[in-house]
């Protein structure tokens, strides 16, 4: 048996920056909030979308935060005036 260590990406995952829009809208800067437990049930999470230049905001909240969850709300980012 051979064992190989995995090797660091270079890659930023996760990165958190501000976007430079340079004036173009379509940056989005989105943010989770976990509204926390209560009696061991989880509670939701609230999701906030914003562009940068427009302003325009959706906001959401979900059960959990997995692409089955979130599938529901995509149609809602897709009507932001760009």
């Known amino acids: 048996m051979r064992y190989q260590a ?3 990406t270079k890659v930023a ?9 340079e ?4 940056y989005l800067r989105v943010d989770t909030v ?6 061991g049930v989880k509670g ?3 999701i906030n979308a914003v562009d940068e230049v427009t302003q325009w905001q959706v906001v959401g ?3 959990q ?7 529901g709300g995509r149609g809602h ?3 932001v005036p760009l």
């Open 77 to 79: 980012v897709g009507a």
């Open 6 to 8: 995995t090797r660091p």
């Open 34 to 39: 976990h509204q926390g437990d209560r009696e």
């Open 23 to 26: 004036g173009r809208p379509g």
């Open 65 to 71: 935060i997995s692409e089955a969850y979130l599938a």
């Open 44 to 46: 939701v999470y609230h």
């Open 61 to 63: 909240a979900t059960e």
């Open 13 to 21: 995952i996760g990165e958190r920056r501000r976007p430079e829009p």
